[in-house]
C-alpha cells in the first residue's frame, strides 16, 4: 500500500484523501493509519514523505522534499 500511495502522488503531485482511499481501495481509518507512517509527527515520527494540507475545503496529501527525491527512487508506473 505505502509504494502505490507514493507511486500515486509521484505521479500526480497530491491527492485529495477521498480519492487516494478510493484509488487504494481502502477504508479512510486505513488510509490514515499509512499516513501517520509516511508522514511526520511530533509524538509519532514517521518517515516524512507526506503532509496533508488544506486545500480548498479539500484536505490533501502532497509530497515533502524528502517525498520527492524518493520519487527518483521508485518506479513509477504499476505494470
Known amino acids: 500500500m505505502a509504494i502505490a500511495l ?5 505521479a500526480e503531485g497530491a491527492l485529495s484523501l ?3 482511499a478510493k484509488d487504494l481501495n ?3 481509518s486505513q488510509l490514515e ?3 501517520a507512517l509516511l508522514g511526520h509527527t511530533d509524538g509519532f ?3 516524512g514523505y507526506v503532509r496533508q494540507e488544506e ?3 479539500r484536505i490533501m496529501v502532497t509530497l515533502t522534499a524528502k517525498g520527492r ?3 527518483t527512487q521508485i518506479p513509477i508506473g504499476t505494470g
Open 26 to 28: 481502502i477504508r479512510r
Open 18 to 20: 477521498a480519492r487516494a
Open 69 to 71: 527525491e524518493l520519487c
Open 45 to 47: 515520527g514517521g518517515l
Open 33 to 35: 493509519r499509512l499516513l
Open 6 to 10: 507514493m507511486q500515486a502522488l509521484c
Open 55 to 57: 486545500h480548498q475545503g
